[in-house]
């Protein structure tokens, strides 16, 4: 028998927020295995996917820059080690410094962006003044840039007013000329949408084979289908993996400022209303911050 230490306990609650006793008995069932046990107590409904009761927080803002003619678009996340620096206009300045940077020189990476030379040297040597004026670590942790290749189309971004904690960019895609200052609205609008409802899929055409089959396999073994007959529990099964599916790709969440329409529709009768334009979004990033580093640290306690 597996023995099940203090610790495997531990890290598998801060995983998902259920009960040490419930944890132990997971684990225990599951012989030690961790990913195993999340299932089981999922399957018990007493751990909800993708949430955790406790996230390793690092401080610090996401922004973003979208060009001028909105074919271009960046994303960041730069960390700090509190709010209170967070917070500091000489901080505030230099995300502000890293963003133009950004959508300036079009990196395709941090180590890109850090490199890209300037009158005083390097980006790098730019973050490197501020922690040595700030007296805190400064961590330039993801980026994402987006440059649209096609003749028609935008890209938008939203980064939330509070405290910018989270930001979305996305691009669309139009079949024809539409109004540029409404499609600019409307990718802004989309980006809110995404800050808001976190997708974690564009269309159901993008979810991994395994994502699906591992949902199946949670739902059938939940405790309420025990004694169902084995083709009504499959109906039971696909509609809920359906619904949950549903859930998590953008084009099929209802639309925060319509709920009435899915994301889909309401790009739809965007479209119709410009003179029969096809609007297809082709790829999105959601930043949340500190999402990243409570993804390393999790990593680093297995």
Same mark, same amino acid.
């Given at each position: 028998?597996?023995?099940?230490? !203090? %610790?495997?306990? *531990?890290?598998?609650?801060? *995983?998902?927020g259920?009960?040490?006793?419930?944890? +132990?008995?997971?684990?225990?069932?599951?012989?030690?295995?961790?990913? +195993? !046990?999340?299932?089981?107590?999922?399957?018990?409904?007493?751990?909800?996917?993708? #949430?955790?009761?406790? *996230?390793?927080?690092?401080?610090?803002?996401?922004?973003?820059?979208?060009? !001028?003619?909105?074919?271009?678009?960046?994303?960041?996340?730069v960390?700090?080690e509190?709010?209170?620096?967070? *917070?500091?206009?000489?901080?505030?300045?230099?995300?502000?410094?890293?963003? +133009?940077?950004? =959508?300036?020189?079009r990196?395709?990476?941090?180590?890109?962006?850090?490199?890209?030379?300037?009158? &005083?040297?390097?980006? %790098?040597?730019?973050?490197?003044?501020?922690?040595?004026?700030?007296?805190?670590?400064?961590?330039?942790?993801?980026?994402?840039?987006? %440059?649209?290749?096609?003749?028609?189309?935008?890209?938008?971004?939203?980064?939330?007013?509070?405290?910018?904690?989270?930001?979305?960019?996305?691009?669309? &895609?139009?079949? #024809?000329?539409?109004?540029?200052?409404?499609?600019?609205q409307?990718?802004?609008?989309?980006?809110?949408?995404?800050?808001?409802?976190?997708?974690t899929?564009?269309?159901?055409?993008?979810?991994?084979?395994?994502?699906?089959?591992?949902?199946?396999?949670?739902?059938?073994?939940?405790?309420?289908?025990?004694?169902?007959?084995?083709?009504?529990?499959?109906?039971?099964?696909?509609?809920?993996?359906? +619904?949950?599916?549903?859930?998590?790709?953008?084009?099929?969440?209802?639309?925060?400022?319509?709920?009435?329409?899915?994301?889909?529709?309401?790009?739809?009768?965007k479209?119709?209303?410009?003179?029969?334009?096809?609007?297809?979004?082709?790829?999105? %990033? =959601?930043?949340? =911050?500190?999402?990243? &580093?409570?993804?390393?640290?999790?990593?680093?306690?297995?």
């Amino acid at each position: 028998m597996v023995e099940i230490s !203090a %610790s495997m306990v *531990r890290e598998l609650r801060d *995983r998902t927020g259920a009960a040490m006793m419930d944890c +132990k008995k997971a684990l225990v069932e599951a012989g030690g295995d961790p990913e +195993k !046990a999340v299932e089981l107590l999922r399957q018990r409904g007493i751990a909800v996917a993708g #949430k955790k009761a406790s *996230r390793t927080a690092s401080e610090g803002l996401v922004v973003g820059e979208v060009s !001028a003619d909105g074919k271009a678009g960046v994303l960041l996340e730069v960390n700090c080690e509190t709010d209170f620096v967070a *917070r500091n206009p000489e901080f505030v300045e230099l995300t502000d410094s890293l963003r +133009k940077e950004a =959508l300036t020189a079009r990196p395709t990476s941090v180590e890109a962006l850090l490199a890209v030379k300037q009158a &005083q040297g390097t980006v %790098s040597d730019l973050v490197t003044a501020k922690i040595a004026k700030l007296g805190e670590n400064i961590l330039v942790r993801r980026l994402t840039h987006y %440059s649209m290749s096609s003749a028609h189309g935008t890209v938008g971004l939203y980064v939330h007013a509070l405290g910018g904690k989270m930001g979305a960019l996305i691009e669309i &895609q139009s079949s #024809k000329a539409a109004p540029v200052a409404e499609l600019a609205q409307l990718a802004k609008e989309i980006a809110m949408h995404i800050v808001s409802s976190k997708p974690t899929f564009l269309s159901r055409a993008d979810i991994p084979q395994e994502v699906i089959d591992n949902e199946q396999r949670i739902e059938a073994g939940k405790a309420d289908l025990a004694d169902k007959k084995a083709e009504l529990r499959d109906k039971i099964v696909q509609g809920r993996v359906d +619904k949950l599916l549903a859930e998590r790709c953008l084009l099929e969440q209802p639309f925060v400022k319509d709920p009435n329409l899915t994301v889909a529709a309401y790009l739809k009768q965007k479209g119709a209303a410009w003179d029969g334009v096809e609007l297809t979004p082709q790829r999105f %990033s =959601l930043y949340i =911050l500190g999402e990243t &580093q409570a993804a390393e640290d999790a990593e680093a306690a297995e």
